[in-house]
């Protein structure tokens, strides 16, 4: 009896942790919505409402669905791969965030390294501030490939990254390089151009 009651309270909890982790994800993708449709996400809600990786995980999707890779060899039937650099700031709210989910049927995938080598292939990069210092490495490693390179790093788009992530005015918003973006062979819709904050050219 005991051993069934603690099996049953074992698994009343994991439930209950899935639900929890699923309601917060949800609410990030509520927030990167409401952004992505022209509204401001007001400061007081930042610390109460949502954990700031959640945010960043919401934005690292969307950005997937506004932004046209360049035809792959072999077709695009192949997923999107989303990597993580260095130290993780989404945790596992990124892969709840795209499970199940696919782009113009394509479907997404989350990989990690703190491995230069192991950059490519992807699509979407992001680089936690962790990792700054080896930025040069990094690019270096991208070469002319075709990826959207994304950080919260303060001098990122000067260094070369195409999407900076910002809470200014206690409310999230990016920037974007836009050469760089067009140098790497990314369309970036007109939709998430004019939601950016500032666009370098």
């Known amino acids: 009896m005991c051993k069934c009651g603690r099996a049953s309270a074992g698994s009343s909890e994991q439930v209950r942790l899935r639900a929890g982790a699923g309601w917060r994800c949800a609410r990030a993708l509520l927030v990167a919505a409401w952004f992505f449709h022209g509204a401001s996400l007001p400061a007081q809600s930042l610390p109460n409402a949502i954990q700031a990786y959640q945010v960043k995980a919401a ?95 303060g001098d990122f788009l000067q260094l070369g990254g195409a999407v900076r992530l910002i809470v200014e005015g206690g409310t999230v918003r990016f920037r974007i390089n836009l050469e760089v973006a067009e140098r790497a062979g990314l369309k970036i819709s007109s939709k998430l151009l004019s939601l950016a904050k500032a666009v370098r050219n």
Do not use: M
């Open 59 to 153: 934005y690292l999707y969307n950005f997937a669905k506004f932004v046209d890779w360049p035809e792959e060899p072999g077709g695009a039937a192949g997923p999107l791969v989303i990597v993580v650099f260095g130290a993780d700031p989404v945790g596992p709210a990124l892969e709840h965030v795209v499970w199940g989910k696919t782009i113009n049927g394509r479907r997404l995938v989350v990989r990690r390294t703190n491995r230069v080598e192991e950059v490519l292939p992807c699509h979407i990069f992001f680089i936690s501030a962790s990792d700054q210092k080896r930025l040069g490495q990094i690019f270096q490693a991208i070469g002319n490939a075709s990826v959207l390179t994304v950080s919260d790093t």
